[in-house]
Protein backbone atom coordinates (compact mmCIF):
# COMPACT_ATOMS: atom_id res chain seq x y z
CA UNK A 1 0.00 0.00 0.00
CA UNK A 2 1.51 3.41 -1.11
CA UNK A 3 0.94 6.57 0.73
CA UNK A 4 2.60 10.18 0.12
CA UNK A 5 3.75 12.13 2.77
CA UNK A 6 4.17 15.72 1.92
CA UNK A 7 7.03 17.41 3.44
CA UNK A 8 7.45 20.92 4.62
CA UNK A 9 10.78 21.65 3.71
CA UNK A 10 10.47 25.55 4.51
CA UNK A 11 10.79 28.45 2.85
CA UNK A 12 12.73 30.98 0.18
CA UNK A 13 12.44 34.84 -0.33
CA UNK A 14 11.81 35.33 -4.02
CA UNK A 15 13.70 37.87 -4.64
CA UNK A 16 12.76 41.58 -6.53
CA UNK A 17 13.59 39.47 -10.01
CA UNK A 18 11.67 36.79 -10.00
CA UNK A 19 8.14 36.54 -11.90
CA UNK A 20 6.04 35.74 -8.10
CA UNK A 21 8.09 38.31 -6.15
CA UNK A 22 4.87 39.77 -5.00
CA UNK A 23 4.20 36.49 -2.98
CA UNK A 24 7.31 37.19 -1.26
CA UNK A 25 7.85 33.78 0.64
CA UNK A 26 7.51 30.64 -1.43
CA UNK A 27 7.18 27.57 0.61
CA UNK A 28 9.02 24.90 -0.51
CA UNK A 29 7.08 20.88 -0.63
CA UNK A 30 8.68 18.02 -1.36
CA UNK A 31 6.99 14.46 -0.96
CA UNK A 32 8.20 10.17 0.03
CA UNK A 33 6.15 7.89 -1.17
CA UNK A 34 6.16 4.89 1.14
CA UNK A 35 5.66 1.65 -0.50
CA UNK A 36 5.84 -2.33 0.49
CA UNK A 37 9.34 -2.06 -1.09
CA UNK A 38 10.47 0.98 0.46
CA UNK A 39 10.44 4.79 0.23
CA UNK A 40 10.68 6.95 -2.95
CA UNK A 41 11.53 10.58 -2.57
CA UNK A 42 10.44 12.83 -4.80
CA UNK A 43 12.61 16.44 -4.51
CA UNK A 44 14.90 17.09 -1.94
CA UNK A 45 15.03 21.12 -1.03
CA UNK A 46 17.42 23.56 -1.62
CA UNK A 47 20.66 23.55 0.92
CA UNK A 48 21.94 26.04 2.90
CA UNK A 49 25.25 27.76 2.55
CA UNK A 50 25.99 28.68 -0.80
CA UNK A 51 26.92 32.27 -1.46
CA UNK A 52 24.82 33.18 -4.19
CA UNK A 53 21.69 31.10 -3.28
CA UNK A 54 21.60 32.71 0.51
CA UNK A 55 22.26 36.16 -0.84
CA UNK A 56 19.04 36.28 -3.13
CA UNK A 57 16.90 33.52 -1.99
CA UNK A 58 18.06 33.87 1.99
CA UNK A 59 16.64 29.69 1.83
CA UNK A 60 15.20 28.62 5.66
CA UNK A 61 15.15 24.64 5.42
CA UNK A 62 15.28 21.77 6.95
CA UNK A 63 17.60 18.76 6.67
CA UNK A 64 15.54 15.95 4.41
CA UNK A 65 16.52 13.44 7.10
CA UNK A 66 15.28 15.21 10.14
CA UNK A 67 11.86 16.01 8.05
CA UNK A 68 12.00 12.57 6.71
CA UNK A 69 12.02 10.73 10.45
CA UNK A 70 9.79 13.20 11.23
CA UNK A 71 6.97 11.48 9.38
CA UNK A 72 8.57 8.56 10.90
CA UNK A 73 10.74 7.19 7.67
CA UNK A 74 14.04 6.32 7.96
CA UNK A 75 16.53 7.38 5.53
CA UNK A 76 17.98 4.22 5.05
CA UNK A 77 15.17 2.68 3.75
CA UNK A 78 14.90 5.33 0.58
CA UNK A 79 14.98 2.89 -2.76
CA UNK A 80 15.10 6.02 -5.16
CA UNK A 81 15.08 9.57 -5.65
CA UNK A 82 12.87 11.11 -8.15
CA UNK A 83 13.61 15.16 -9.35
CA UNK A 84 10.89 16.42 -10.79
CA UNK A 85 13.31 18.74 -12.63
CA UNK A 86 16.73 20.41 -11.34
CA UNK A 87 16.15 23.78 -10.34
CA UNK A 88 18.19 24.29 -7.46
CA UNK A 89 15.17 24.13 -4.86
CA UNK A 90 14.85 20.72 -6.01
CA UNK A 91 17.94 19.07 -5.70
CA UNK A 92 19.88 20.20 -2.98
CA UNK A 93 19.75 17.61 -0.61
CA UNK A 94 20.14 14.51 -2.81
CA UNK A 95 23.52 14.25 -1.06
CA UNK A 96 22.15 13.35 2.29
CA UNK A 97 20.65 10.17 0.60
CA UNK A 98 23.45 8.59 0.36
CA UNK A 99 23.34 5.86 -2.44
CA UNK A 100 19.95 5.93 -3.36
CA UNK A 101 19.60 5.71 -7.36
CA UNK A 102 18.57 9.22 -8.49
CA UNK A 103 15.76 9.59 -11.60
CA UNK A 104 16.06 11.79 -14.11
CA UNK A 105 14.96 12.62 -17.88
CA UNK A 106 17.40 13.26 -20.35
CA UNK A 107 16.30 16.14 -21.29
CA UNK A 108 16.48 17.69 -17.52
CA UNK A 109 20.28 16.82 -17.15
CA UNK A 110 20.44 18.24 -20.83
CA UNK A 111 18.92 21.44 -19.70
CA UNK A 112 20.34 21.90 -16.38
CA UNK A 113 23.99 22.35 -18.25
CA UNK A 114 22.83 25.21 -19.48
CA UNK A 115 24.37 28.85 -17.40
CA UNK A 116 22.16 30.08 -14.27
CA UNK A 117 20.00 27.11 -14.97
CA UNK A 118 20.67 25.56 -11.43
CA UNK A 119 23.50 25.23 -9.05
CA UNK A 120 25.37 22.54 -11.42
CA UNK A 121 26.82 20.82 -8.01
CA UNK A 122 23.53 20.44 -6.80
CA UNK A 123 22.13 18.67 -10.27
CA UNK A 124 25.11 16.87 -10.60
CA UNK A 125 24.13 13.07 -10.60
CA UNK A 126 27.13 10.48 -10.11
CA UNK A 127 26.80 8.30 -13.17
CA UNK A 128 26.79 5.36 -10.82
CA UNK A 129 23.57 6.91 -9.07
CA UNK A 130 21.81 8.13 -12.56
CA UNK A 131 18.89 6.74 -13.72
CA UNK A 132 17.27 7.27 -17.04
CA UNK A 133 13.29 8.26 -16.56
CA UNK A 134 11.30 6.54 -19.20
CA UNK A 135 8.21 7.90 -19.80
CA UNK A 136 4.89 5.75 -18.17
CA UNK A 137 7.78 3.20 -16.08
CA UNK A 138 6.70 1.79 -12.82
CA UNK A 139 10.07 2.58 -10.67
CA UNK A 140 8.77 0.61 -7.67
CA UNK A 141 5.40 -0.82 -6.77
CA UNK A 142 2.40 1.64 -7.25
CA UNK A 143 4.84 4.61 -8.28
CA UNK A 144 4.89 5.56 -11.77
CA UNK A 145 7.02 8.57 -13.99
CA UNK A 146 5.31 10.58 -16.60
CA UNK A 147 7.49 13.04 -18.49
CA UNK A 148 5.67 16.71 -18.22
CA UNK A 149 7.93 19.11 -19.68
CA UNK A 150 6.77 22.77 -19.86
CA UNK A 151 8.24 24.21 -16.45
CA UNK A 152 11.38 22.77 -17.67
CA UNK A 153 12.21 20.93 -20.62
CA UNK A 154 12.65 17.42 -18.68
CA UNK A 155 10.04 18.03 -16.10
CA UNK A 156 8.53 14.79 -14.97
CA UNK A 157 5.39 14.35 -12.54
CA UNK A 158 4.63 10.95 -9.96
CA UNK A 159 1.89 8.94 -10.24
CA UNK A 160 0.84 7.11 -6.99
CA UNK A 161 -1.86 4.26 -6.61
CA UNK A 162 -3.13 4.46 -3.13
CA UNK A 163 -5.73 2.69 -1.52
CA UNK A 164 -7.72 6.16 -2.09
CA UNK A 165 -6.84 6.13 -5.35
CA UNK A 166 -4.66 8.03 -7.96
CA UNK A 167 -2.44 10.96 -6.29
CA UNK A 168 -0.52 12.56 -8.37
CA UNK A 169 2.59 14.26 -7.61
CA UNK A 170 1.73 17.51 -10.60
CA UNK A 171 5.60 18.92 -9.39
CA UNK A 172 5.86 22.57 -10.83
CA UNK A 173 3.69 21.60 -13.92
CA UNK A 174 1.71 23.87 -12.64
CA UNK A 175 2.29 26.30 -9.95
CA UNK A 176 -1.30 26.36 -7.95
CA UNK A 177 -3.50 24.24 -7.38
CA UNK A 178 -6.11 26.76 -8.63
CA UNK A 179 -4.08 26.31 -11.93
CA UNK A 180 -4.70 22.98 -11.70
CA UNK A 181 -8.25 23.21 -11.45
CA UNK A 182 -8.75 25.04 -14.94
CA UNK A 183 -6.93 27.15 -17.37
CA UNK A 184 -3.43 27.41 -18.44
CA UNK A 185 0.18 27.17 -16.48
CA UNK A 186 1.14 30.37 -16.33
CA UNK A 187 3.65 31.67 -18.65
CA UNK A 188 5.99 33.04 -16.17
CA UNK A 189 6.30 29.58 -14.89
CA UNK A 190 7.05 28.23 -18.21
CA UNK A 191 10.81 27.90 -19.44
CA UNK A 192 10.19 30.23 -21.30
CA UNK A 193 7.60 31.54 -23.80
CA UNK A 194 8.03 29.03 -26.66
CA UNK A 195 6.81 26.50 -23.86
CA UNK A 196 3.34 27.51 -23.10
CA UNK A 197 1.80 25.06 -25.70
CA UNK A 198 3.62 21.79 -24.46
CA UNK A 199 3.48 22.88 -20.52
CA UNK A 200 -0.40 23.20 -21.39
CA UNK A 201 -0.56 19.39 -23.00
CA UNK A 202 1.31 18.27 -20.00
CA UNK A 203 -1.08 20.02 -17.82
CA UNK A 204 -3.98 18.37 -19.27
CA UNK A 205 -2.67 15.11 -19.72
CA UNK A 206 -2.23 15.12 -15.60
CA UNK A 207 -5.91 16.69 -15.68
CA UNK A 208 -7.14 13.69 -17.68
CA UNK A 209 -6.03 10.91 -15.11
CA UNK A 210 -8.69 12.29 -13.04
CA UNK A 211 -6.71 12.44 -9.68
CA UNK A 212 -7.87 11.62 -6.51
CA UNK A 213 -5.39 14.11 -4.82
CA UNK A 214 -2.61 16.15 -6.35
CA UNK A 215 0.18 17.60 -4.76
CA UNK A 216 2.24 21.07 -5.77
CA UNK A 217 5.53 21.36 -4.84
CA UNK A 218 5.35 25.04 -3.72
CA UNK A 219 1.25 25.27 -2.69
CA UNK A 220 0.17 24.37 0.17
CA UNK A 221 -2.61 23.61 -0.95
CA UNK A 222 -3.75 19.86 -2.31
CA UNK A 223 -6.50 19.41 -4.98
CA UNK A 224 -8.76 17.01 -3.85
CA UNK A 225 -9.30 17.66 -0.30
ZN1 LIG B 1 11.46 24.99 -10.86
Same mark, same amino acid.
Given at each position: ??????L??????????????????C??F?????????T????TG?????????????????????????????????L????????F?H??Q??L???????????E??????E???????????P????RT??G????P?????H?????? @??????V %??? /???? !?? +? &? *??C???A??? @??????? %??? /???? !?? +? &? *??S?D?????S????HF?????????
Open positions: MATVHRDMGHVELPESHPRAADGTPICFAVTTHDGVVVDPRAGHPFIDELYAPQVRSIVDVLNGEGIDERHVAIVNTHLHDCGNYLGSAPVWVTDEVEAATAFYTVPEWAEIPDRRRVDELIAEVRLLTPGHTP @GHQSVC %DTP /DGLE !LI +V &G *QTFSCEFE @GGPPAIT %DMH /DESW !LE +V &G *QALRLRSLPAAASHDLAVFGR
